[in-house]
């Protein structure tokens, strides 16, 4: 069978089923945002890697290389705060053609640098190698976190509380304008915030890391591949169902404006991916302690929904009542 009809989340289950992680420092291996291994009684490692590929994850022709090396260095510490932990090493492989120009170096490694420094991580190593077509980056983070206090993905229970931090939907309208008007899109436009959210998102450390060390959230995961997608992977490590409501969803006027324009378009929102909030679980007495947390960072954190028991699935729910039906739940490599 080749891989286009496997699709990436069965590898990864094969994968998973082949690899068995064992070992008496090993808490967790594949099936979360990060690996968790032990450092001593008190603390957690979290280990990360993510790969951005032109033509696959970006295109040159509209992702400025300062931002490209935001990015790449975004997306893993995304994955560090949802897990609740603190970032603190960076390491990085980068292969480009022969032809790239010292300029477009200098300007990636510019981005990739500054926010290492925005979030106190430390670029400790890595590796630089020709590429024969295309650049292709690789970050891998490690973290810590007290052991106690790692949030996982199979910690929802039914009753509990679905909310996403921020807004969502932004990263996926955001691409859809600069396919269409290229990189003029980045400083001009009436999406120009959309497109930002695309081309550098903000990983949500200091929110991951507070629902964490308040023992708010009971499950987490960031919103990498759609929320659909993304509340999939939670709710099948939790052997759980979900329902969210689509009205309760947070959107930018950004978003709005653009679906009122195009009301059909709702995919973006929950199946477009790349935004990068947390999404996660927390039990219903926790309301007023998550309310509290939000005025305190200043960032939305809005409830969206509710798990459920497993045999309910995932449950997208319109206005009206009516169930909103995805042809596809988010991105898929292979597909």
């Given at each position: 069978?080749?891989?286009?009809?496997?699709?990436?989340?069965?590898?990864?289950?094969?994968?998973?089923?082949?690899?068995?992680?064992?070992?008496?420092?090993?808490?967790?291996?594949?099936?979360?945002?990060?690996?968790?291994?032990?450092?001593?009684?008190?603390?957690?490692?979290?280990?990360?890697?993510?790969?951005?590929?032109?033509?696959?994850?970006?295109?040159?022709?509209?992702?400025?290389?300062?931002?490209?090396?935001?990015?790449?260095?975004?997306?893993?510490?995304?994955?560090?705060?949802?897990?609740?932990?603190?970032?603190?090493?960076?390491?990085?492989?980068?292969?480009?053609?022969?032809?790239?120009?010292?300029?477009?170096?200098?300007?990636?490694?510019?981005?990739?640098?500054?926010?290492?420094?925005?979030?106190?991580?430390?670029?400790?190593?890595?590796?630089?190698?020709?590429?024969?077509?295309?650049?292709?980056?690789?970050?891998?983070?490690?973290?810590?976190?007290?052991?106690?206090?790692?949030?996982?993905?199979d910690g929802a229970r039914c009753?509990?509380?679905?909310?996403?931090?921020?807004?969502?939907?932004?990263?996926?309208?955001?691409?859809?304008?600069?396919?269409?008007?290229?990189?003029?899109?980045?400083?001009?436009?009436?999406?120009?915030?959309?497109?930002?959210?695309?081309?550098?998102?903000?990983?949500?450390?200091?929110?991951?890391?507070?629902?964490?060390?308040?023992?708010?959230?009971?499950?987490?995961?960031?919103?990498?591949?759609?929320?659909?997608?993304?509340?999939?992977?939670?709710?099948?490590?939790?052997?759980?169902?979900?329902?969210?409501?689509?009205?309760?969803?947070?959107?930018?006027?950004?978003?709005?404006?653009?679906?009122?324009?195009?009301?059909?378009?709702?995919?973006?929102?929950?199946?477009?991916?790349?935004?990068?909030?947390?999404?996660?679980?927390?039990?219903?007495?926790?309301?007023?302690?998550?309310?509290?947390?939000?005025?305190?960072?200043?960032?939305?954190?809005?409830?969206?929904?509710?798990?459920?028991?497993?045999?309910?699935?995932?449950?997208?729910?319109?206005?009206?009542?009516s169930p909103i039906r995805l042809?596809?739940?988010?991105?898929?490599?292979?597909?």
């Open positions: 069978m080749r891989l286009k009809e496997l699709g990436e989340l069965s590898l990864i289950k094969r994968l998973g089923e082949r690899f068995t992680a064992r070992g008496p420092r090993v808490v967790k291996a594949l099936g979360d945002d990060t690996a968790v291994t032990i450092v001593d009684d008190s603390r957690g490692l979290l280990s990360t890697t993510d790969t951005l590929i032109e033509e696959v994850h970006f295109r040159t022709s509209y992702t400025p290389p300062y931002l490209l090396g935001r990015k790449v260095v975004s997306i893993s510490l995304s994955d560090v705060a949802a897990m609740g932990g603190v970032p603190l090493y960076l390491l990085l492989s980068v292969a480009v053609t022969p032809e790239t120009t010292e300029d477009f170096f200098d300007e990636l490694y510019n981005g990739i640098a500054d926010c290492a420094k925005e979030f106190d991580v430390i670029l400790i190593g890595g590796n630089t190698s020709a590429s024969p077509g295309g650049t292709v980056l690789t970050s891998t983070v490690l973290g810590e976190v007290p052991i106690d206090e790692v949030v996982y993905r009753g509990d509380r679905i909310y996403v931090t921020g807004t969502i939907g932004d990263s996926a309208l955001g691409l859809s304008v600069l396919m269409e008007r290229g990189i003029e899109a980045v400083s001009k436009g009436p999406f120009k915030r959309a497109v930002h959210r695309h081309l550098d998102p903000t990983p949500r450390i200091r929110a991951g890391r507070a629902l964490a060390e308040r023992g708010l959230a009971t499950a987490m995961i960031d919103i990498s591949d759609g929320l659909v997608q993304d509340l999939r992977h939670l709710t099948e490590e939790s052997n759980t169902g979900a329902a969210v409501e689509f009205k309760a969803l947070p959107l930018s006027e950004e978003m709005k404006d653009h679906l009122r324009e195009n009301p059909s378009n709702r995919r973006l929102v929950l199946a477009g991916g790349e935004d990068y909030e947390l999404l996660f679980t927390a039990r219903p007495e926790s309301t007023g302690a998550i309310e509290r947390l939000k005025k305190e960072l200043g960032l939305p954190i809005t409830p969206i929904g509710e798990v459920l028991g497993p045999e309910e699935g995932i449950r997208i729910v319109d206005g009206d009542g042809a596809e739940e988010g991105f898929e490599h292979f597909r």
